[in-house]
């Protein structure tokens, strides 16, 4: 089946050492997004892509960076995680809205948890 | 994007219909009104979007009143796995330009079926 991937499901760094997150998708979308979820909060839009153009979110700290090689995959890098990182990231994919595209569809996740 | 206001809680029993209410009162004339669901421990799901018209798809039902400053999630026949923290986003689909696609969460309204 066609999914959103993420791994690892769960990751475990220290305070301030780097820690990058992968997403691969096999839907062919041009458009893959990366959200932040904190317990008992809403998922929070970090950046997207729309194929190689990247969109970063006003509010989203440097210490977040991105990167997308290539269509199916995408990264989520941490400069300098800080205990208030600790987090579920979410990867979401989407087609462009003018070929359609309504629905993001979400990974499971990576749980964050620094140390 | 307009902002929503859900109850923050809600009861089900299983074979009920679930009838979840959301008001978009500022929403503009192109939003569209969407909903997504997130079980535990999950990436959030695409569930229905509509603009002006009701909605039905094999999962739930959309109505959106006429004024469409409110809309309601109906799901038929609610079964324990519906159990789960509901969305309602308001969000403007534009062609072109870095904002499109965006989905704003809000804090949703968690929904508990029970046997």
């Known amino acids: 089946d066609a999914m959103v991937i993420q791994n690892p499901r769960y990751q475990v760094t220290q305070f301030g050492k780097p820690v990058t997150l992968s997403c691969s998708q096999t839907?062919?979308?041009?458009?893959m997004y990366w959200y932040q979820q904190k317990s008992s909060q809403a998922p929070k839009l970090l950046f997207h892509y729309y194929d190689k153009d990247f969109n970063n979110e006003a509010d989203t700290p440097d210490n977040f960076q991105s990167r997308r090689p290539n269509t199916s995959f995408c990264f989520l890098d941490i400069r300098s995680p800080g205990l208030g990182d600790a987090a579920m990231y979410l990867c979401a994919t989407s087609r462009a809205v003018f070929m359609g595209g309504n629905e993001q569809f979400f990974g499971p996740g990576t749980r964050l948890t620094v140390l | 994007d307009a902002k929503t206001t859900q109850p923050p809680s809600m009861d089900c029993a299983e074979g009920r219909a679930a009838n979840l209410p959301c008001n978009h009162s500022?929403?503009?004339?192109?939003?569209?009104v969407y909903w997504y669901r997130q079980i535990h421990s999950q990436g959030p799901q695409y569930i229905i979007h509509g603009l002006k018209n009701n909605e039905t798809n094999e999962m739930a039902s959309l109505i959106i009143t006429e004024d469409r400053k409110s809309s309601t999630l109906i799901l038929p026949h609610a079964t324990l796995r519906d159990t789960a923290v509901y969305y309602c986003?308001?969000?403007?689909?534009?062609?072109?330009?870095?904002?499109?696609?965006?989905?704003?969460f809000g804090q949703g309204t968690i929904l508990t079926v029970h046997p």
């Open positions: 839907l062919n979308h041009n458009v």
């Open positions: 500022t929403i503009s004339g192109n939003e569209y």
């Open positions: 986003i308001v969000r403007l689909l534009k062609v072109g330009g870095t904002s499109y696609g965006k989905l704003t």
